[in-house]
């Protein structure tokens, strides 16, 4: 658990949003991965999916918050989210409805493995826009 609050703090040190969502994402996938005991990111995401809490965090700020409702927005209009990854086809992921979840949360994945895999294009203005918002949303809804 000390990593996993350490990268979820360490996500604010840094000054690009392609780094702070890197860092955050690390400290996600390492909670989520320990709660939902699974071995394969995959299954980690559906429990994601499931679990009511994140789900529950995620509506009760777009509820709440027309700022979180703002990043929503601009999300969807950023969509789709082409994987990049090399043989996979380049499919993509969309948000046609903020409110629902298991869209958003595809894109933020599809933002992570454009990252990870090295697919994002760190001088393109739309990449870093989708970095700071996928950074930005995942943020909100996640504490470990």
């Not at 994402?25 to 980690?44: A, H, K, P, V």
Request: with cysteine; net charge neutral; glycine share 4%.
């Amino acid at each position: 658990m000390n990593s996993i609050k350490h990268w979820y703090e360490h996500a604010d040190s840094h000054d690009s949003y392609e780094d702070r969502f890197i860092a955050l994402w690390i400290s996600f996938n390492g909670y989520c991965t320990m709660l939902s005991s699974g071995s394969q990111e995959s299954r980690m995401m559906e429990w994601v999916k499931r679990n009511h809490g994140f789900k529950n965090a995620y509506h009760e700020m777009l509820d709440a918050s027309p700022e979180f409702r703002r990043c929503l927005e601009e999300l969807k209009s950023l969509c789709p989210v082409i994987d990049m990854r090399p043989g996979l086809g380049y499919k993509s992921k969309t948000i046609t409805d903020i409110r629902n979840f298991d869209q958003t949360l595809d894109v933020i994945y599809k933002i992570r493995c454009n990252l990870f895999h090295g697919s994002k294009d760190l001088t393109s203005e739309r990449d870093k826009r989708l970095a700071m918002l996928g950074y930005d949303v995942l943020r909100r809804i996640y504490h470990p």
